[in-house]
C-alpha cells in the first residue's frame, strides 16, 4: 500500500475514532461513566461534554485534512500537531480519577501512546511528501 493511500486511511480513522468520542460524550454519558468509572453519571460541571467539544475539534480538522491534504500537505501537520496536544491527557485523567475501571484503565492507558504514535507517523509521513 503506498504512503498516500496509509495517509487518508490513518486520517479516516481517527476522524472516525473523534466522532465516536464526541457522540459517546454528548449522547452517552452515562455509558462513559459506568465503562471508565463504574460509576453512575456525576458531572456536573459538564467536563465529558467538554471533552466531546474537543473530541469535535479534533474530528473537524481532521475531516478537512481528510479531504485537502493531498492538495494543501500541510494539513498533515496540522493533524500531527493535534494528536501530539494530547499526548498527555489521557495519562492525567488516569491518575486523577477517584474511580477507573478495568476498561477505563487500559483505554486511557493506551490513548496517549495512540496519540503520540499518529502524530510522530504523520509527522514523518508529511516530511517523506513534502
Not at 8 to 35: G, I, K, N, Q, Y
Not at 48 to 58: D, T
Not at 91 to 119: E, K, R
Request: aromatic letters at 16%; charged letters at 15%.
Amino acid at each position: 500500500m503506498d504512503l498516500h493511500t496509509r495517509i487518508s486511511r490513518v486520517l479516516l480513522a481517527l476522524v472516525a475514532f473523534d466522532v465516536v468520542l464526541t457522540a459517546w460524550a454528548f449522547f452517552a454519558p452515562e455509558l462513559w461513566f459506568r465503562l471508565f468509572h463504574g460509576a453512575p453519571y456525576d458531572d456536573p460541571q459538564g467536563f465529558l461534554r467538554r471533552c466531546g467539544a474537543n473530541w469535535a475539534a479534533f474530528a473537524l480538522f481532521q475531516a478537512v485534512a481528510l479531504v485537502r491534504w493531498r492538495k494543501a500537505h500541510h494539513w498533515i501537520a496540522v493533524v500531527a500537531g493535534i494528536r501530539l496536544s494530547d499526548i498527555f491527557t489521557d495519562w492525567t485523567y488516569l491518575a486523577f480519577a477517584s474511580d477507573i475501571t478495568a476498561f477505563g484503565a487500559v483505554a486511557l492507558g493506551l490513548a496517549s501512546p495512540m496519540n503520540m504514535v499518529a502524530g510522530w507517523w504523520l509527522l514523518r509521513a508529511y516530511r517523506q511528501i513534502k
